[in-house]
């Protein structure tokens, strides 16, 4: 009996060394020691104040919004329908003066890098067939927001759709007015007290307070714990991490979190499970911010996990208005890069091909400022474009179920191979 288990052990060992480029890998106090060097030269923000738009002197007028008390709020959405109603009085009926959020009215700030929002604005008149509809339903978000100040509470963008069916039909139409109010009245949306559905999670090195009590990231399981809605009640963050590791899919996430990979080497492992949500956003900036950890993502082989870093880093057109709250500067990319393809040596058959679509997105993203800042991605994009392959994350399953654990990220550190 004992010679059967001595013999399933050495199978085992002898499948675990088979494991292409595990042979490359140094002992684990030599990669720790390499990340402990980078880790130690990261710029830290404690030192300097970071640039803002104010800082700089732009030929072009951009505007922010900021991060403002229920009171504030309250006082903004007063004087906003005290001058719509002198307007009434006056016999010029009313209408809202509404930021555009247009792609054309976005610009790109190398010395922030990150998106912000131009100065234009158009009218949205009641007394217009065209607007009169978008105008009703701008008025019903604001009472509704006023309510919320009032009695001072927190709801969901779901919550908010439902107090009004009838009116706003869909929720993308409530959650686009919802973010025109945002930069009305010249607010984060998280002032304004409305939030998304927990969807982000976090597991590893990290302790913070979630409104008084006090979470311990290392015991959460392999579920991790999901990210609070609203960042407000997240304080006191402690950590004896070496990095954060930003994970674009939910199955990577729970791989590494099984493996625990946070003790083997010490670090926070973050998930938006695809899409980034405004939360994991500002919880990743927070966390950067007060930690003073290297961030490095790891994102699909393939032009919208680029996109998705993109938005973590620059932050998104759709949001340009809050980039300053919700971009986390200088974040590396870990991979799985479309270069990892063939030093990997993935299978032709764990390849997939690109569509039309695909193509054109990573063309597009080719011609924006953010990507151009950066010739490493430059030259990654075009190595997929030329090749019009694709690779998710599970990809590297083909090696093994645990080679992103065992193999890959710990050989992507130990030669700092990020960009």
């Not at 042979?23 to 720790?32: A, E, G, Q, T, W």
């Not at 004896?240 to 080497?265: P, S, T």
């Not at 057109?317 to 063939?342: E, F, V």
């Not at 193999?407 to 960009?419: E, S």
């Amino acid at each position: 009996m004992a010679d059967k288990k001595k013999r399933r052990r050495s199978d085992a060992d002898s499948d675990t060394d088979s494991l292409p480029f595990k042979n490359r890998l140094k002992p684990d106090s030599v990669i720790l020691q390499s990340i402990k060097t980078f880790t130690e030269s990261t710029p830290s923000t404690s030192d300097s104040k970071p640039l803002t738009l104010s800082d700089l002197s732009l030929s072009t007028t951009c505007r922010e919004v900021s991060d403002l008390p229920l009171s504030s709020v309250q006082s903004a959405i007063e004087s906003l329908i005290l001058s719509l109603t002198h307007s009434i009085l006056s016999g010029n009926g009313f209408s809202f003066s509404v930021p555009s959020r247009s792609s054309t009215n976005q610009l790109y700030v190398p010395e922030l890098d990150r998106i912000v929002l131009k100065d234009k604005s158009s009218l949205r008149p009641y007394a217009n067939v065209s607007t009169v509809r978008k105008t009703t339903i701008t008025t019903r978000i604001i009472q509704l927001i006023h309510q919320l100040c009032l009695k001072n509470i927190h709801v969901t963008k779901r919550d908010l759709f439902y107090t009004d069916v009838k009116l706003f039909q869909d929720q993308t139409q409530s959650d686009a007015v919802l973010d025109d109010v945002s930069c009305i009245l010249g607010c984060t949306r998280s002032s304004l007290n409305v939030v998304a559905a927990e969807k982000g999670v976090v597991v590893g090195r990290l302790i913070f307070s979630d409104n008084g009590d006090m979470i311990d990231c290392t015991k959460m399981g392999m579920g991790g714990k999901a990210i609070p809605p609203n960042i407000d009640r997240v304080g006191d963050m402690q950590s004896d991490a070496l990095f954060i590791l930003l994970v674009e899919k939910d199955a990577a996430y729970m791989r590494l979190a099984e493996d625990r990979f946070y003790n083997r080497f010490p670090c926070i492992i973050v998930t938006a499970k695809g899409q980034p949500d405004v939360a994991t956003r500002l919880f990743l900036r927070k966390m950067k911010m007060e930690l003073k950890l290297p961030v490095l993502a790891l994102v699909d082989s393939d032009p919208y996990g680029l996109k998705i870093l993109s938005v973590y880093g620059c932050g998104s057109k759709n949001m340009s208005y809050d980039s300053a709250n919700l971009t986390t500067p200088d974040i590396k990319w870990l991979g799985i890069r479309p270069s990892d393809l063939d030093k990997y040596k993935i299978p032709e058959q764990c390849r997939l091909p690109m569509t039309e679509q695909d193509i054109k997105t990573g063309k597009d993203l080719l011609e924006e400022d953010f990507v151009k800042k950066n010739p490493g991605w430059v030259e990654e994009l075009n190595l997929m474009v030329k090749t019009k392959q694709k690779a998710e994350i599970q990809a590297l399953s083909t090696f093994g179920f645990q080679y992103l654990s065992e193999v890959y990220l710990p050989l992507k550190l130990q030669q700092k191979d990020w960009l």
